[in-house]
T-cell receptor
Framework: DAGVIQSPRHEVTEMGQEVTLRCKPI?????LFWYRQTMMRGLELLIY????????DSGMPEDRFSAKMPNASFSTLKIQPSEPRDSAVYFC???????????FGSGTRLTVV | QKEVEQNSGPLSVPEGAIASLNCTYS??????FFWYRQYSGKSPELIMF????GDKEDGRFTAQLNKASQYVSLLIRDSQPSDSATYLC??????????FGAGTQVVVTP
């Protein structure tokens, strides 16, 4: 299996632009998580899905952030409009919800200038 | 109070010694507990999971869980320079929610 695939690896955008991050989970995994990591705040849970349904989006910072999972093999995290404080590494992780943990993608490093 | 608490470190450990990392959690409904290792600039990598009280050993790593005290620990025996990384404690709660602590940076000195 290719693991959890995220794209793009790096994204540099100007303030006010729309940014879309993409994630393909491991086949057969029914949980998908979006995290944001910064030096100051560590690894923050933004939202997670089970069987394509959002379960908890309480970590989404504000209405500028939205996430979708239209099917079991694809999810997006969108920021519109982007701001410099959104600069961070965004990770996607997937798993089966059992006791065996979750696998992370390589992350997307977002820089908003 | 954060749901998962860890000392941020850095924890300096001589090569060959034992590194001891601690983690406490607030949700008594937490069902499974994980230790992830994250090298600088890389994504977190699962190294241990535990869900029953007691010890679980895997190679040089031992995870310990005490649900009554809401405490999880990780021991790294015979520490190597390649163990220098940030170690993240995570809990899986009801409905599969996975929460992380801030991580403990470990530095193994030759």
């Amino acid at each position: 299996d290719a693991g959890v695939i995220q794209s793009p690896r790096h994204e540099v955008t100007e303030m006010g632009q729309e940014v879309t991050l993409r994630c393909k989970p491991i086949s057969g995994h029914d949980y998908l998580f979006w995290y944001r990591q910064t030096m100051m705040r560590g690894l923050e849970l933004l939202i997670y899905f089970n069987n394509n349904v959002p379960i908890d989006d309480s970590g989404m910072p504000e209405d500028r952030f939205s996430a979708k999972m239209p099917n079991a093999s694809f999810s997006t995290l969108k920021i519109q409009p982007s701001e410099p404080r959104d600069s961070a590494v965004y990770f996607c992780a997937s798993g089966t919800g059992g006791d065996y943990g979750y696998t992370f993608g390589s992350g997307t490093r977002l820089t908003v200038v | 109070q954060k749901e998962v608490e860890q000392n941020s470190g850095p924890l300096s450990v001589p090569e060959g010694a034992i590194a001891s990392l601690n983690c406490t959690y607030s949700d008594r409904g937490s069902q499974s507990f994980f230790w992830y290792r994250q090298y600088s600039g890389k994504s977190p990598e699962l190294i241990m999971f535990i869900y029953s009280n007691g010890d679980k050993e895997d190679g040089r790593f031992t995870a310990q869980l005490n649900k009554a005290s809401q405490y999880v620990s990780l021991l790294i025996r015979d520490s190597q320079p390649s163990d220098s990384a940030t170690y993240l404690c995570a809990t899986r709660g009801r409905r599969g929610k996975l929460q992380f602590g801030a991580g403990t940076q470990v530095v193994v000195t030759p």
